[in-house]
């Protein structure tokens, strides 16, 4: 990957390794992954330097960060063509942090929606981290001069403040990041809850609201069998009114390609029993094959550290480069040490 740096850009993605990932992640992004690899040089990081801004349970904050790096290498990274690896274990994310800090004002991290949102969810731990987040989140991008950072809407902030503080430093010392572009895929910003289909489906919410990537088939039809609809009986996409059928139509046609209205006209009259079906069968031939290679992948946990510890070293590599551009452009002593 590294001699292939120059034709291809740079893709950079962070993932938290707190709780578990979803249809949503999955439809939104991890189905992309295979394109994707094809057109970018791709960086996945399981961010477990963010995951600690709010208390972790150890044993599972690491168990979940090989779990995360197997879904996503079962949803189809190529570890190849691609990098993936801990974020922890490339100190470079670290360091640039502190750097970008001095270049970042405290007004405009007070801004921050998710940072308001987060204070008002823990409240017994407002720490210095949960305010700082953006700004490692803009060394994981800078670090590797990433050209596209996929993420979800809720992310976008943090985006432009990344772009915000790489164009300040830039100002200062001349062409020292390049400027990343957010990329906001539009379907998967769309699954919603189960249980309250106005909002987004979410990890973080209620176990039958969402669809984890490793939910066993008969919980995948238990789930979508209790999902929230209206008291109508009418198929019909019309997200204001009839917002979880609705979200049941687009996550049969994410997943099958065919388009909502030819689902409508082919459920017409049937009512909602086999909607549910239709989306039940859908989202388990989807996810059983992602399973079964998920359960091929952790048996083999060896190999599995050994892609990430290959990946961190990589990684390592081009973190170097960059921080030691930034610096000597910033000012610090060059070391005489080889
Ligand atoms: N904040 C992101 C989230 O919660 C995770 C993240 C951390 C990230 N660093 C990143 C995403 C860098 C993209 C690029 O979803």
Redesign the pocket.
């Known amino acids: 990957m590294e001699g292939e740096i120059q034709k291809k850009k740079i893709l950079?993605?962070?993932?938290?390794p707190s709780g578990t990932l979803t249809l949503g992640n999955y439809i939104g992004a991890l189905r992309n992954f295979n394109l994707l690899q094809d057109e970018y040089n791709c960086i996945y990081?399981i961010?477990d330097l963010?995951a600690i801004t709010v208390r972790q349970d150890p044993a599972t904050l690491r168990r979940r960060c090989l779990e995360v790096a197997g879904i996503y290498m079962a949803c189809g990274i190529d570890p190849e063509k691609s990098l993936i690896y801990c974020q922890s274990h490339v100190s470079g994310h670290a360091e640039l942090n502190w750097v970008l800090s001095c270049f970042t004002y405290m007004g405009e991290l007070q801004r921050m929606t998710q940072f308001k949102d987060k204070c008002a969810k823990n409240e017994n731990n407002i720490n210095a981290g949960l305010f700082t987040?953006p700004v490692?989140?803009a060394a994981?991008?800078l670090l590797y001069q990433a050209d596209m950072?996929?993420?979800?809407s809720?992310?976008k902030q943090?985006i432009e403040i990344t772009r915000d503080i790489a164009q300040r430093i830039n100002g200062i010392y001349g062409d020292v990041f390049v400027v990343p572009d957010a990329y906001i895929p539009k379907v998967g910003a769309r699954i919603m809850s189960l249980t309250e289909p106005e909002k987004k489906m979410s990890k973080s919410d209620s176990e039958d609201s969402y669809i984890a990537i490793l939910d066993e088939p008969n919980i995948i039809r238990k789930k979508i069998r209790r999902a929230v609809t209206d008291s109508d009986t009418e198929i019909r996409f019309d997200r204001e009114n009839k917002p979880g059928v609705s979200n049941l139509l687009d996550i049969i046609s994410a997943l099958s390609g065919e388009s909502v209205e030819s689902i409508v006209i082919s459920l017409q009259g049937k009512g909602y029993g086999a909607l549910k079906d239709a989306a039940a069968d859908c989202v388990v031939d989807t996810l059983s094959p992602i399973q079964a290679e998920y359960k091929r992948i952790m048996a083999d946990k060896a190999y599995l550290q050994g892609i990430l510890d290959k990946s961190a070293d990589t990684a390592n590599k081009l973190a170097k480069r960059t921080l030691s551009k930034v610096y000597r452009k910033v000012g610090l002593a060059q070391s005489g040490r080889k």
């Open positions: 950079f993605s962070g993932v938290q990081c961010v963010h987040y490692l989140m994981d991008i950072v996929p993420v979800g809720d992310q943090h």
